[in-house]
């Protein structure tokens, strides 16, 4: 009985250790994952907060904003008649300036695009879970835009590059974004045009640009229609002038011609026949060899009016 007991109280007690072992296994187990979750966690704010900073660079949206820009200009079917020269430095009244991005058009002009709108408040509103301070943070967001619209005012890119439009586009990243904006501040696009900031959503710019895009076209063509009257009034000058020389020479061909048949005309009447006279006292004198009867008299020239026109298939032939 005695040695029943004694066993029992044995395999208790091994029982109770290997549960023992396997509870300490699954408690170290279990702190190397908080460990490693705790790392993860850590890691992972770190990278949420690299890319919070990158996106709130002025340096990366303006990166961003170069190449929504050209993904825009490509849509548009502009990016054969455009070019890009980013970072730019350009002499101001308050010393140098450097906007975003330049956008070079074929006619001469220039647009100034500026990528850098303050969208860190907007971050801050989408991460946050309360109602009431995400809008606190939208609100603080359009305020923010509206501030960045009167500095980018007072910089005034446009006096740098004439003929070109005197306003300067400011690019609001996404469509989210520029719809925050004005939802939350619904004066903040009067006063942005009434500074000559130009707010725009890449959707909004890519219609911008393609209307700009058919005005310019518009306009080269009125120019060139000027170009065609500018010119058929100089070759109207140079077609009279030579009309002119042209009647004149005709005239004075013609007084030539007259003048010579009457020439001919005098000597053949004068002059032949004393040669005739001394031809029949004098065998050796041969008149005929003195007398012009045999050569056609010279014709008069035409009237214009009177001249044959080419035809294509003469044309065509010479």
């Not at 849509?75 to 054969?80: K, P, Q, R, S």
């Amino acid at each position: 009985m005695e040695n029943s007991t004694v066993l029992i109280f044995v395999a208790v007690l091994i029982v109770l250790f290997f549960g023992l072992v396997a509870i300490f296994l699954f408690l170290v187990r279990l702190q190397t994952l908080l460990t490693a979750t705790q790392t993860a966690l850590f890691q992972s704010q770190q990278e949420t907060a690299a890319i919070r900073r990158a996106l709130t660079s002025t340096n990366v949206q303006g990166q961003w904003g170069e190449m929504q820009l050209r993904r825009i200009v490509e849509l548009a079917g502009m990016l054969a008649y455009c070019d890009f020269e980013p970072q730019v430095t350009l002499p101001g009244a308050n010393g140098d300036q450097r906007p975003d991005l330049l956008v070079r058009l074929s006619d001469g002009r220039t647009i100034v695009v500026d990528a850098k709108a303050p969208i860190d408040t907007y971050i801050q509103a989408h991460a946050s879970l309360d109602d009431t301070a995400q809008t606190t943070y939208l609100r603080q967001y359009a305020g923010r835009v509206k501030g960045h619209v009167t500095k980018l005012a007072k910089k005034e890119y446009w006096r740098n590059f004439e003929p070109s439009p005197a306003w300067v586009v400011l690019l609001i990243p996404n469509e989210g974004m520029f719809r925050a904006a004005v939802e939350h501040d619904p004066t903040l696009l009067d006063n942005a045009m009434q500074q000559n900031v130009l707010l725009a959503s890449p959707v909004t710019l890519l219609a911008l640009l393609k209307a700009m895009a058919h005005g310019w076209q518009q306009e080269n063509r009125a120019s060139n229609v000027q170009l065609i009257v500018e010119h058929s009034r100089t070759l109207q000058q140079k077609l009279k002038a030579f009309s002119t020389q042209w009647h004149k020479l005709h005239g004075e061909l013609s007084g030539t011609v007259t003048a010579f048949n009457q020439f001919t005309t005098s000597y053949q009447t004068t002059i032949l026949p004393v040669i005739q006279q001394l031809c029949d006292l004098d065998g050796t004198i041969n008149a005929r060899e003195y007398d012009l009867s045999r050569a056609s008299p010279l014709q008069t020239p035409k009237p214009i009016e009177d001249l044959s026109v080419p035809t294509k298939e003469n044309i065509a032939e010479n």
